[in-house]
């Protein structure tokens, strides 16, 4: 099995000979495709590779924004979190003003308020979930390393819009100290 998509792409340019050569296999329990099956599938995969590159040019794109008015965000969040959470919060002035445990939760607006209507368990973080400080968290640590983290971010977009300095690499010691 292949974990990374892109990676997969790559596999699939390949000849069959050659990967079976590259694996160190002998034989295979799928069947041969035919030439024109074979044609559609690279051909699909050379479609795929083009939006995993333009997704990797807006990534850079945005990188070079966010380095330029938020690079407190950018160096805690990363591109993908921080632009996600400054588009939730309707930009960067409104992300600012809003509180860490509003900030931990945004993303999770529809579990949110499935919980005010009906009871059900209240969510403990939104897209920061995705932050590899939240991910390498254990499973019952998951939900104060969301709150640690909201808060840190909430102080860099603070710092931020109000042009403060550059705080981030040390909010990212502490936090790093802080699950040990």
Known sequence: AVADHEKFLELTNKAKTVLLKEFKIAETMGADLE????????????????????????????????????????????????????????????????????VQLLGAEKALFRHIKTGSRSPKHGIIINHPFVQSAGRELK????????????????????????????YKTELEAALK
Not at 35 to 59: F, G
Not at 77 to 84: F, M, N, Y
Not at 146 to 164: H, I, P, T, V
């Open 35 to 102: 030439k024109r099956d074979v044609e559609q599938i690279k051909l699909l995969a050379a479609k795929l590779a083009e939006i995993y590159e333009l997704r990797k040019q807006h990534e850079l794109y945005l990188q070079s924004i966010m380095e330029k008015y938020c690079p407190n965000l950018l160096e805690l969040a990363g591109v993908t979190i921080g632009a996600g959470l400054i588009e939730l919060a309707k930009g960067l002035k409104h992300l600012a003003l809003l509180p860490a445990s509003t």
């Open 143 to 170: 939900g104060k390393a969301a709150r640690m983290l909201a808060d840190k971010l909430s102080l860099c977009a603070r710092l931020d819009y109000f042009k403060g300095e550059f705080k981030a690499e040390e």
